[in-house]
T-cell receptor, first 117, second 115 residues
Framework: AQKVTQAQTEISVVEKEDVTLDCVYE???????LFWYKQPPSGELVFLIR??????QNEISGRYSWNFQKSTSSFNFTITASQVVDSAVYFC??????????????FGRGTSLIVHP | GAVVSQHPSRVICKSGTSVKIECRSL??????MFWYRQFPKQSLMLMAT?????????EQGVEKDKFLINHASLTLSTLTVTSAHPEDSSFYICSARLPLGIEQYFGPGTRLTVT
């Protein structure tokens, strides 16, 4: 069974601080996919990134960066120089390739990020 | 990018009535769509997988007679909450995948309030 743990329920920072959101996963599959989604107060989930299990390269996109480490089963998300607009709930999710092609993700409980001006 | 719309965004209905929520993929065809439910400050709970031209696959514990799903075309899936009760009040979100895709793209959600 697949499992995603986001231990941080809520993080509060001041604008321009760097912040890291943790995600730890469990799976028995050797092929799987990891995702991060952002859910702002409006409610719509926004896809941020997908990572394949066979690609451990870290990724940077503007102020966002992701650190994927299979050795620790973690897929952490860092926001550099946070801004008020980054305030949202962030979900980490996992899909297993053995799901018969459905790739239905298991979501973590989410981390609420509050960025104060 | 893939765009998914949902309508209505917000609905208030009386107990005992039925409510239909539409989910559309705007710029791609989606053979499979998904329906989720989200309670305040909680994660998403998958309710069912909607397959175009066939019956939906419901998750354990989800009443298929209460939450009717119809996927009549490659761009439209509907969720009908029948005989709604106050405990059905929630945020309902649909999603879709691109053909041969893996990640899901989500609609903006529908907030249902049953009085």
């Amino acid at each position: 069974a697949q499992k995603v743990t986001q231990a941080q329920t809520e993080i509060s920072v001041v604008e321009k601080e760097d912040v890291t959101l943790d995600c730890v996963y469990e799976t028995r599959d050797t092929t799987y996919y990891l995702f991060w989604y952002k859910q702002p107060p409006s409610g719509e989930l926004v896809f941020l990134i997908r990572r394949n299990s066979f690609d451990e390269q870290n990724e940077i996109s503007g102020r966002y960066s992701w650190n994927f480490q299979k050795s620790t089963s973690s897929f952490n998300f860092t926001i550099t120089a946070s801004q008020v607009v980054d305030s949202a709930v962030y979900f980490c999710a996992l899909s297993e390739a053995s799901s018969g092609g459905s790739y239905i993700p298991t979501f973590g409980r989410g981390t609420s990020l509050i960025v104060h001006p | 990018g893939a765009v998914v719309s949902q309508h209505p965004s917000r609905v208030i209905c009386k107990s005992g009535t039925s409510v239909k929520i539409e989910c559309r993929s705007l710029d791609f065809q989606a053979t499979t769509m998904f329906w989720y439910r989200q309670f305040p400050k909680q994660s998403l709970m998958l309710m069912a997988t909607s397959n175009e031209g066939s019956k939906a696959t419901y998750e354990q514990g989800v009443e298929k007679d209460k939450f009717l799903i119809n996927h009549a075309s490659l761009t439209l899936s509907t969720l009908t909450v029948t005989s709604a009760h106050p405990e059905d009040s929630s945020f309902y979100i649909c999603s879709a995948r691109l053909p041969l895709g893996i990640e899901q793209y989500f609609g903006p959600g529908t907030r249902l309030t049953v009085t």
